[in-house]
């Protein structure tokens, strides 16, 4: 079935200045417990010898895949795609804690809700972006390196930078037949990609 | 990941109770099951090891309370092990149900062999489950089968333990020897395939492939030998068999839980 939306984000690791701001506004957004994520940077590097060393920052939450394996195997529906937004989401309420979802997804970007005992994971910001404002990490990122918004739609904020980007620039994490939505853009004048397979 | 006692008990058991009632139904079929305590005994076993499988398996839930809303959203999973579990057991009930009722014989055979089938096909459906991409050492038809597999001697030990508390005799006992010298091979052959395919041979898994090898294979077989010699001492041979062979069983489950490590783990929880 055609989705109506392909909601998610684009970061262009180009622009980031790995300060973490996303994941602070994350965690402060939703109340994140302390040690646990629904959005985590990553430091990928440092890669080669001393002077030619090089790194980037990688901000990491769910990918909003397309063929979400979390939504096919959640035994209760728990983790479903919104039929609105097309955003995969976790109902707590029904979750019933088997970790299969966890299991199921192929980066280890879901969180474990320690004292409600249930999974979660990065809604984009759902009660931001359904009166219309932007995902936290997006509205507060120093460097304008992230986007939201849909990637069908050749006027958003996402599918214009990733026109404006060279395509060779353009990368996802590994595809496992899971199709991630979320797209970021890294230069080789940056580093070279070592998040793909 | 972590070891997840709750699964690994869930499967060896489950698993144990479907290979049990496969070698009975075998049995029934060829008509060497003469006594009815062997049928009363090999049917409650069955119950009782899926029953306390499946037990076992709901306390790694953190919400069991809402396990009923798995009947609303059938999928891969939970669903199907539950469905299975289900339909074997009413399998295993309405056999012995239509036995004790003298049924014809007719009837008893396509019950029996409807639970065979059943049986086996929950074995597979434990291990079915856990193939995923998101894992490549678990994405391999290897997995379901050596799930399958691992289990088939426990099931074979069950089976000729039970066989000879039930004072069977001559065939009865001799299948069960059999079924248990060939099930430690199946076991030896599918663990090792797997572990081929997943690289875990070598590394620092050699307690538990030292536990696989030797107590879920080596033992049963060695075991069902000595029982095909000295069928007297069957039940010793077999219930001893049948302890060797859940060790095995469960080391072989921990090792998959050990090397089922994801694409990526970017937030690092521990599962």
Redesign the interface.
């Known amino acids: 079935m055609p989705f109506m939306t392909r909601n998610a984000i684009v970061v262009d690791l180009d622009r980031c200045i790995g300060c973490f701001s996303c994941e602070v506004a994350c965690k402060q957004e939703n109340n994140i417990a302390l040690g646990e ?1 629904w959005n ?1 940077v ?1 430091i990928e590097g440092p890669f080669g010898t001393f002077p030619d060393i090089e790194q980037y920052w ?1 901000p ?1 939450m769910c990918q909003q895949c397309e063929n979400a ?1 979390c939504v ?7 983790s479903y795609r919104d039929p609105e937004t097309n955003i995969v989401l976790v109902d707590k ?8 979802c ?11 809700n320690y004292e409600e ?2 999974v979660e994971k990065c809604t984009l910001c759902r009660q931001r972006t359904s009166i219309g404002e932007q995902p936290v990490c997006v509205a507060g990122c120093p460097g304008e390196a992230r986007f939201y918004g849909d990637l069908d739609d050749p006027a958003s904020a996402p599918a214009r930078a990733l026109a404006a980007a060279d395509p060779a620039s353009i990368h996802q ?2 595809d ?3 199709r991630p939505a979320t797209q970021y853009i890294l230069s080789e004048k940056i580093a070279t990609w070592r ?1 793909g397979d | ?1 972590e070891i997840q006692w709750s699964l690994v008990l869930f499967t060896t058991l489950a698993g144990a109770g479907a290979w049990l009632y496969f070698a009975f139904c075998l049995a029934a079929l060829k008509g060497y099951v003469k006594n009815e305590r062997t049928r009363l005994v090999a049917c409650a076993a069955t119950l009782v090891l899926l029953i306390a499988g499946s037990i076992i398996s709901a306390t ?5 309370d ?2 009923m ?2 009947l ?2 059938p ?5 199907t092990e539950a469905l299975f579990v289900g339909l074997t057991s009413v399998a295993v009930v309405v056999y012995f149900l239509a036995a004790r009722r003298k049924a014809s014989e007719g009837a008893q055979k396509t019950l029996l062999v409807v639970g065979a089938a059943l049986a086996v096909l929950l074995a597979v459906m434990l291990g079915y489950s ?1 193939m ?4 490549p050492t678990w994405d391999t038809p290897l997995l379901p089968l050596a799930y399958l597999l691992t289990t088939s001697s426990g099931g074979a030990a069950a089976y000729l333990a039970i066989a000879a508390a039930g004072k069977e005799e001559g065939e009865a006992l001799k299948l069960g020897s059999v079924l248990l010298v060939a099930s430690g091979a199946l076991v030896a052959v599918s663990a090792l395939a797997y572990g081929a395919f997943s690289g875990s041979l070598s590394g620092d898994l050699a307690l538990f492939w030292a536990a696989t090898l030797l107590c879920g294979a080596v033992a049963p077989a060695a075991l069902g030998y000595a029982a095909k010699g000295k069928p007297s001492q069957a039940l010793v041979f077999g219930a001893a068999a049948f302890v060797f062979a859940l060790v095995g069983c469960t080391a072989f489950r921990c090792m998959l839980w050990i090397v ?1 490590t ?8 521990i ?1």
């Open positions: 994520y985590k990553v990688l990491t394996f096919n195997v959640c035994p209760t529906g728990a309420e029904k979750c019933i804690g088997c970790k299969y966890m299991m199921a997804c192929p980066y280890g970007v879901r969180g474990w005992k249930v994490l590994p496992k037949g899971n998040s | 990941m790694h839930l953190s919400h069991p809402r396990i809303a798995v609303g959203h999928t891969m999973g939970i669903f856990y995923m991409p998101a894992r089922g994801a694409v990526r783990n970017y937030f690092g929880v599962i």
